[in-house]
């Protein structure tokens, strides 16, 4: 036959409550501990009205249930006279106040649930110690975990919770059935020496005497019979003590707060000569600084001087080439072969402009004219490079672009070229070894739309080479609105053109879980790693969210976090930090939403998450659904759509 307690009510706590007799504190610590369980009061109130008034709040919060914070408030007049308010009105000894009400409020609910257990003991015989276990509980409490005994045994006239101010521990009933198996304990184990266990690291802690906290041995519906009620509530010198202790607590903070300032003065002039020491030293070593560099030019240029001069010195004693090709075309590209067969140009079919210029011998003025003509007819692509590669030579030797001032280091042939754009870009994760590398593949970007005669051209030529790269990229979870979804995977498909081939298949093999809901906004949830798309969502809403997938797949978030905080705004050494409601108060954003200050097409991509995700690659990502918006984006911010197309390609990892 199953036996099922009956639900907890207060009624025998607030029968146990009102049972209680209300002494003076002097005449409560008189009683034996047994009997104080039975008792009421509250040290340092002075008159009988105030522990009466505190008293029958504690009983209406145990009928009615109030909260700490509404009992607390309700008797702000109560702890005002026992010189518990600050001057301002604010309650100085919180710790107290919440054990008075938290232990009163459990040892109340504790007997009550006494009065319940004893009633159904004959079909519950068995009673189970339960601890919390977290890092408050008290190892002696710890150490009575789960412990049962009968219950008529003597060990509940002793252990019977609390145990001790704010204790929360409890105790469960058991039927015959649900304890056969278990432990019953025969011995009382009060004052037994135990090492108990640390509930919160799990070690061993030193020996001690297991037993309750003073003040708490045995439950309190023991020792009714010793209290007795004290009439006389005006005992001398109670109020004035209370006055007395008003004063001196007011003292003591006066005091304190003359130390405090003082603190604060001593801490102020610190920082302030800090501060100027530091200007100081700045100013010393930017001075030295100065004075280096000014040294360092002198002794380049010198240096500088005396090179050219041996230079000159030599081209007068050499003799001139006597076998210095004719200026053609034919001979600059029989040239540009020679280089490629003799040196290697690697697959891009690079070969630098210097290395060209010594293997012809040509002028200055006379190769100038050759290579700009190559170039006006697409013959060759010149390119952009990294000077610090060659020597200041070889760099002198290189190519400027008279009209935009632009230089230009290597060449390559058009028809000679052995690898597109992205396998190009693919290959591009060598280089990227400091943090600023990732702005690398934006200049090879704009130098390859630049090379192609504009975004539109550059456009055309991705349009013709990596068409038909639709995959299942999306997982829906139903059939309904489906010239919606058909608009939505026709801009997931137009950016696919843009990713590797090892992205495509990944994102293909794991199709994302795609859900059309009735939300205000899209959101990309990462712990299923799902799409939940708003119905109203426009179809670049589906991009933008699988962007916050990609950056999670490619493990790019750094990268974004670097390419952020390059464009954003700083006073000092700290980024400007605001609201995003305060930014732009005509859309709907809530107040937590917060955004690094920068100068961004969109205010939206500087947004702040915990965890570090970002909005850089997401807010690129969906302006590539459609050959409008990217065209139109370039113009906009080509460095953004640089670093997005950058991910996808897998130059930036």
């Known amino acids: 036959m199953n036996v099922k307690p009956e639900p907890l009510s207060m009624k025998e706590a607030e029968a146990f409550w009102q049972e209680k007799k209300i002494l003076s504190p002097k005449a409560f610590y008189v009683l034996a501990e047994v009997s104080r369980g039975r008792a009421f009061t509250v040290s340092d109130l002075a008159t009988r009205d105030c522990i009466d008034t505190v008293y029958a709040s504690m ?23 026992a010189g518990w308010v600050s001057e301002k009105g604010k309650l100085l000894n919180h710790r107290r106040v919440n054990t008075i009400f938290r ?5 109340a609910y504790q007997s009550g649930r006494f009065e319940q257990m004893k009633r159904v003991s004959q079909k519950r015989p068995y009673w189970q110690y339960e601890a919390v276990g977290d890092k408050r509980t008290r190892p002696t409490h710890w150490a009575l975990h789960g412990k049962i005994f009968p219950s008529d045994h003597d060990f509940w006239d002793t252990f019977y919770p609390p145990n001790g101010f704010n204790c929360r521990c409890t105790v469960n009933t058991l ?6 198996g278990e432990t019953i304990e025969k011995d009382n184990p009060y004052g037994t020496l135990i090492e108990p266990i640390d509930p919160r690291t799990g070690g061993k802690m030193p020996a ?18 010793n209290v007795v009620s004290e009439k006389d509530w005006d005992m001398p010198g109670l109020k004035e003590d209370a006055e007395r202790r008003k004063k001196e607590e007011a003292e003591r903070r006066k005091k304190e707060e003359a130390e405090r300032r003082k603190k604060e003065e001593a801490e102020r002039r610190k920082k302030e000569e800090a501060e100027r020491r530091k200007k100081e030293e700045a100013e010393r070593r930017k001075k030295e600084e100065a004075e280096r560099r000014k040294k360092e030019e002198a002794e380049r240029r010198k240096k500088e001087e005396a090179e050219r001069r041996k230079k000159e010195e030599a081209e007068t004693e050499k003799p001139k080439r006597m076998e210095t090709p004719r200026v053609s075309a034919e001979n600059f590209e029989k040239s540009y072969d020679k280089i490629v067969a003799e040196r290697g140009s690697g697959a891009k079919g690079f070969v630098r402009i210097h290395d060209m210029r010594d293997e012809l011998g040509w002028s200055t003025d006379e190769f100038d004219r050759m290579l700009e003509k190559l170039a006006k007819d697409k013959k060759i692509v010149l390119h952009h490079g990294d000077h610090t590669m060659l020597t200041k030579e070889q760099w002198k030797k290189s190519y400027l672009d008279p009209e935009k ?10 028809e000679k070229k052995q690898e597109d754009f992205f396998a190009k870009a693919h290959g591009m994760k060598k280089y990227l070894t400091k943090k600023e590398d990732i702005f690398y593949f934006e200049r090879m970007f704009l130098n390859d739309v630049n090379n192609a005669g504009g975004i539109e051209k550059w456009v055309d030529n991705v349009e013709k080479t990596r068409k038909n790269r639709k995959r299942e990229f999306l997982k829906w979870d139903h059939e ?65 969210e699988m962007g916050h997938h990609i950056e999670i797949v490619t493990n790019s978030k750094k990268h974004s976090q670097e390419w952020r905080n390059s464009r954003a705004k700083k006073e000092g050494e700290k980024y400007v930090i605001k609201r995003l409601k305060d930014i732009e108060p005509e859309k709907k954003y809530k107040g937590h939403e917060k955004v690094v200050v920068d100068n961004f097409s969109d205010p939206y991509i500087g947004r702040l998450y915990k965890g570090g995700i970002t909005e850089v690659l997401s807010m690129g990502l969906q302006e590539l659904g459609s050959r409008e918006r990217l065209i139109e984006y370039y113009q906009k911010d080509s460095s953004h759509l640089a670093y997005a197309i950058g991910v996808l390609s897998g130059a930036i990892k």
Do not use: C
């Open 208 to 225: 001690r005497l297991l037993m309750p906290d003073r003040g708490f041995e045995g439950h309190p519906k023991l020792g009714m019979d």
């Open 405 to 414: 001032g632009i230089p230009f280091m290597t060449i390559s042939w058009v």
């Open 103 to 107: 232990t009163n409020i459990q040892t």
């Open 59 to 81: 009983q209406k919060a145990i009928k009615e249930g109030v909260s700490y914070g509404e009992w607390k408030r309700s008797l702000m007049h109560v702890w005002d006279k």
């Open 175 to 180: 039927s015959e059935r649900q304890a056969k």
């Open 480 to 544: 309904e609105n489906y010239t919606h979804r058909k608009n939505l995977e026709a801009e997931l498909s137009y950016a696919a053109m843009f990713m590797n081939d090892g992205l495509v298949e990944a994102l293909a093999k794991n199709p994302i879980n795609t859900r059309i809901k009735d939300i205000e906004r899209s959101s990309y949830k990462t712990a299923k790693k799902e799409i939940h798309l708003a119905k109203s969502a426009k179809p670049k809403s589906v991009l933008h």
